[in-house]
């Protein structure tokens, strides 16, 4: 069971809007901790995509956006594409594990 | 651009010590704003960060409740480079892990970069 929550599988055509959540607790993202997000390719390492809940690293494209409140912090990725295809997870910091945690995963399909 | 380049064997044996270690190019391990951690990932535990070590005028080491009595994660200055030993293994520590690189910030951090990943096995 992970700390942080995320839906299974989430799904979209090409070209449309979809969004994935992540809901925390009040030790961790509703304590004011920054939300990462990864994406991760099969066979493949996790790869930084959104960094402190909106930033994205060089060479990410803007059709991928991060953002946060409360507890819970969502992505959101325009403009579907088939290589968007992939496992995302949710990671943050919590106070009482004095530790990162992480979502579970959602699997995006591109139908 | 930091790369991170792990080694170490596939298969342990249970109640054996699996022992990874980490080499970092592009950066160093004493670095004064990086962390250096092992996350592991399997399909029944997920993703999960067991521990890292770092450097801020001494080293300091930061362990997953979960492993804490059986972990080390060891900084190598000489060869700028990081270990990790987990005791007294079972075929639950069967998964794929991970060395990456953790950036501070004042509301946590971000993991980036990340090695290229060892499946280590537990099985007699």
């Known amino acids: 069971q992970s700390v942080l929550t995320q839906p299974p599988s989430v799904s979209g055509a090409p070209g449309q809007r979809v969004t994935m959540s992540c809901t925390g607790s009040s030790s961790n993202i509703g304590a004011d901790f920054d939300v990462n997000w990864y994406r991760q390719l099969p066979g493949a390492a996790p790869k930084l995509l959104i960094y402190?809940?909106?930033n994205r690293p060089s060479g990410v494209p803007d059709r991928f956006s991060g953002s946060k409140s409360g507890t819970s912090a969502s992505l959101a990725i325009n403009g579907l594409q088939a290589e968007d295809e992939a496992d995302y997870y949710c990671?943050?910091?919590?106070?009482?594990?004095?530790?990162?945690?992480f979502g579970g995963g959602t699997k995006l399909t591109v139908l | 651009q930091v790369q991170l380049q792990q080694s170490g064997p596939g298969l342990v044996k249970p109640s054996q010590t699996l022992s990874l270690t980490c080499a970092i190019s592009?950066?160093?391990?004493?670095?004064?704003?990086?962390?250096w951690n092992w996350i592991r990932q399997s399909p029944s535990r997920g993703l999960e960060w067991l521990g890292r070590t770092f450097y801020r005028s001494k080293w300091y080491n930061d362990y997953a409740v979960s492993v804490k009595s059986r972990i080390i994660i060891n900084p190598d200055t000489s060869k700028n480079q990081i270990s990790l030993q987990l005791k007294s293994v079972t075929p639950e520590d069967t998964a794929v892990y991970y060395c990456?690189?953790?950036?501070?910030?004042?509301?946590?951090?971000?993991?980036?970069?990340w090695g290229q990943g060892t499946l280590v096995t537990v099985s007699s």
């Open positions: 592009g950066d160093s391990v004493s670095s004064n704003s990086a962390a």
């Open positions: 990456v690189k953790y950036e501070s910030s004042s509301r946590g951090g971000w993991f980036d970069p």
């Open positions: 402190g809940n909106t």
């Open positions: 990671q943050s910091y919590d106070s009482g594990l004095s530790g990162s945690v």
